[in-house]
């Protein structure tokens, strides 16, 4: 949708939209498997959660798509319906941090979203 055009703020994008990047949780849930440490909920999420007006533009940077048209709260509910989506997931705040996991000693390769964002666009230009 980006590339469309139509990556854009939704309902105003100041909802904290949190991540992690495909590399990332298959190493930590490798990580926590091998953990006898740690028991009960881990947030598999990266260390740096943001706004979705920011996670939208640092995504439309790294596409190079200049333009990411805004949707409204209403927009949002159409486009989850077709989808057969809830709206929940795009507007309702998420600033999940991985406290537990970053206190067991797991390093991220892509802890912040503009390397990671990069590196996913690299990785899909070059499968074609």
């Known amino acids: 949708m980006t590339r469309l ?4 703020p939704v309902a105003g994008g100041r909802q904290y939209v949190s991540w992690i990047h495909g590399d990332d949780f298959l190493r930590a849930v490798d990580f926590l498997l091998t953990r006898d ?3 009960g909920p881990v947030n ?3 260390p740096a959660p943001l706004p979705q007006r920011e996670f939208m533009r640092v995504l439309r940077r790294a596409w190079r798509a200049p333009v990411g ?5 209403w927009m ?5 319906f077709v989808l057969r989506s809830d709206t929940e997931l795009l507007l309702k705040s998420r600033r999940v941090v991985p406290g537990r996991l970053l ?3 797991f ?4 802890p912040r979203w503009d390397d990671a964002a ?3 666009v690299r990785r899909t230009r070059a499968r074609g």
């Open 5 to 8: 055009g139509l990556g854009g």
């Open 37 to 39: 440490d740690l028991a």
């Open 44 to 46: 598999l999420a990266a």
């Open 69 to 73: 048209l805004p949707a409204t709260k």
């Open 76 to 80: 949002a509910e159409i486009g989850a």
């Open 103 to 105: 206190d067991a000693g």
């Open 107 to 110: 390093a991220f390769e892509h």
């Open 118 to 120: 990069a590196d996913l």
